[in-house]
């Protein structure tokens, strides 16, 4: 099936309430369980960068299982951040270690060198994956971990419905539209092999790791 692209930024006021305040408990639990698992080093990181943090689950359960690190995240829409910083405000213990930044990623530009790079669910957001994949070759050094997640690409529309009448369908009507229209304009793990050969990161690995998920690391 061929790729259809969605739109980059989530802005939409009804769609990032939705996103916001959605259950995610158990992919985003998953999420840090894997990054523990195929970034053995990930609980020596003290410098950390999030591409696309969204309104913040993942960058606050990673602050809260890898407690020495410091963390910037960075995301292209202010409605998704402002969702971030309010939760931020009321978990104190957190504050001083997530560090918000409002940039699109090709224009993210930084002078630290990350111990860590991680992002999740972006990639399929973008209209040039290449974006990503630049990033993170232009920002980290031999010794940066990268670890990416995100959704796959179903071979069949008939696939994608399935897959939707599965995870989401007692999701509110929104939700259950994104995740569509995201396993669509998801990428398969050949195309991701080929733009990390492109950005010069072969040394990544691409592995499948469910029905609807692949994850990028090393
Ligand atoms: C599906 S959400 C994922 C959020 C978060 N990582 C999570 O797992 O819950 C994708 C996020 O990427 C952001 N995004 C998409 N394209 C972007 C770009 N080119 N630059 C910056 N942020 C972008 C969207 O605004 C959205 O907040």
Redesign the pocket.
């Known amino acids: 099936m061929k790729r259809l692209p969605e739109p980059?930024?989530?802005?939409e006021p009804e769609q990032?309430s939705a996103?916001a305040e959605a259950d995610?408990e158990e992919?985003?639990s998953n999420?840090i369980n894997l990054l523990k698992k195929y970034c053995s080093k990930a609980s020596e990181a003290r410098s950390v960068l999030?591409?696309?943090?969204?309104?913040?689950?993942?960058?606050f359960k990673f602050a809260d299982a890898f407690p020495k690190a410091t963390i910037d995240a960075?995301?292209?829409?202010k409605?998704?951040l402002e969702f971030a910083k309010n939760i931020l405000g009321d978990i104190p213990e957190l504050r001083g270690r997530i560090n918000y930044t409002h940039?699109?990623?090709?224009?993210?530009k930084s002078t630290k060198e990350y111990d860590l790079i991680y992002?999740?669910?972006?990639l399929?957001?973008?209209?040039d994956p290449m974006?990503l994949w630049n990033k993170i070759y232009e920002i980290s050094s031999e010794e940066t971990k990268i670890f990416v997640m995100d959704l796959l690409r179903p071979e069949t529309i008939g696939e994608a419905k399935k897959l939707k009448e599965l995870y989401v369908s007692n999701e509110p009507e929104i939700l259950q539209r994104?995740f569509y229209n995201?396993l669509l304009a998801a990428f398969e793990v050949d195309e991701v092999r080929e733009q990390l050969s492109q950005a010069g990161l072969s040394k990544l690995e691409v592995k499948q790791i469910s029905d609807r998920h692949l994850i990028v690391f090393g």
């Open positions: 980059e930024l989530m802005v990032v996103y995610f992919p985003h999420f999030d591409l696309g943090c969204g309104p913040g689950d993942v960058t960075v995301d292209g829409s409605e998704m940039s699109m990623i090709h224009d993210y992002s999740n669910s972006l399929h957001h973008l209209m974006v994104d995201s």
